[in-house]
């Protein structure tokens, strides 16, 4: 009995409540990915990295995070300096 007086209620308050799983969420956020030529170096990749990330603080007034090389080092002064992304908010 309560059973069933908990799923006559369930048909009106789906249409009161809503029925969608996704939030109606957009929080603004994009990401660019930077591949540049091989051979660079860490000094010519961070000058490409920095000259975008200021145009888009220019142009977005966004918060950027920078992130450099697409997967870890071994060691420390060891990795890929020519790949990476920038996150804005």
Do not use: W, Y
Not at 1 to 23: Q, R, S
Not at 47 to 54: A, D, K, L, W
């Amino acid at each position: 009995m309560i059973a069933l007086g908990n799923g006559a209620l369930d048909v009106p308050l789906i249409h009161v409540v809503g029925k969608t799983f996704l939030p109606q969420d957009d929080q603004s956020e994009f990401e660019i990915d930077i591949q540049t030529p091989g051979g660079f170096t860490l000094a010519e990749s961070s000058r490409v990295f920095g000259e975008i990330e200021h145009q888009v603080r220019t142009a977005r007034r966004a918060d950027v995070l920078t992130t450099m090389s697409d997967r870890p080092a071994r060691e420390a002064g060891e990795g890929d300096v020519t790949t990476g992304s920038l996150t804005c908010a």
